[in-house]
């Protein structure tokens, strides 16, 4: 039995829902998501609350029970107040800047990264060695976020590279004489 399934989820305040078949969909301040929902699981919309349950007790039923719940709340969250991932750089040379649209990265390569903004995410800079991703879609600005700690990763030794804001680097020993 899901603990978080059996939950209903709360629409918040200035934010209204629909639930139209399998897709459930969201508008708030910041913008409108839609979410459509594995056949396997069931939605209702009950006053001011959404319903999710399995339709048959099957292992995998079960296992989207939860998962869906938590998609409906992320979109909830995300049209309402919005998504952020923040990025630090460390490194000697190592900076970003915005270049219109695009994030221009010196990563320590013979060439500038210039990395391409989605549409729906923002990307700000407001230090050389900081950035910030903003958006109403969670997956969608963390898989942002994930594409540019992967042009330089930290690495253990100098712990030199693009991660995330409070990110612990397991550091390794230099070699020894």
């Given at each position: 039995?899901?603990r978080?399934?059996?939950k209903?989820v709360s629409?918040?305040?200035?934010?209204?829902?629909?639930?139209?078949g399998?897709?459930?969909?969201?508008?708030g301040?910041?913008?409108?998501?839609?979410f459509?929902?594995?056949?396997?699981?069931l939605v209702?919309?009950?006053?001011?609350?959404?319903?999710?349950?399995?339709?048959?007790?099957?292992?995998?039923?079960?296992?989207?029970?939860?998962m869906?719940?938590t998609?409906?709340v992320?979109i909830?969250?995300g049209?309402?107040?919005g998504?952020?991932?923040?990025?630090?750089?460390?490194?000697v040379?190592?900076?970003?800047?915005?270049?219109g649209?695009?994030?221009?990265?010196?990563?320590?390569?013979?060439?500038?990264?210039?990395y391409?903004?989605?549409?729906?995410?923002?990307?700000?800079v407001p230090k050389?060695?900081?950035?910030?991703v903003?958006?109403?879609?969670k997956?969608?600005?963390g898989?942002v976020?994930?594409?540019?700690?992967e042009?330089r990763g930290?690495?253990?030794y100098k712990g030199?590279?693009?991660?995330?804001?409070?990110?612990?680097?397991?550091r390794?020993?230099g070699k020894?004489?």
């Amino acid at each position: 039995m899901s603990r978080i399934g059996k939950k209903p989820v709360s629409l918040p305040q200035g934010v209204t829902a629909s639930v139209n078949g399998q897709t459930v969909t969201a508008k708030g301040p910041k913008g409108e998501l839609k979410f459509v929902v594995n056949d396997e699981v069931l939605v209702k919309m009950e006053g001011t609350e959404i319903a999710v349950q399995p339709r048959d007790q099957t292992k995998t039923a079960r296992a989207k029970w939860g998962m869906s719940r938590t998609q409906i709340v992320n979109i909830l969250q995300g049209v309402k107040d919005g998504f952020e991932k923040k990025l630090e750089i460390t490194g000697v040379g190592y900076r970003a800047a915005m270049q219109g649209k695009n994030l221009q990265l010196a990563l320590g390569f013979s060439h500038d990264v210039v990395y391409e903004t989605p549409q729906g995410i923002t990307i700000t800079v407001p230090k050389p060695t900081e950035i910030t991703v903003t958006g109403i879609d969670k997956q969608m600005v963390g898989q942002v976020a994930a594409e540019i700690r992967e042009y330089r990763g930290p690495e253990p030794y100098k712990g030199k590279g693009v991660r995330y804001a409070g990110e612990k680097i397991v550091r390794k020993e230099g070699k020894k004489k």
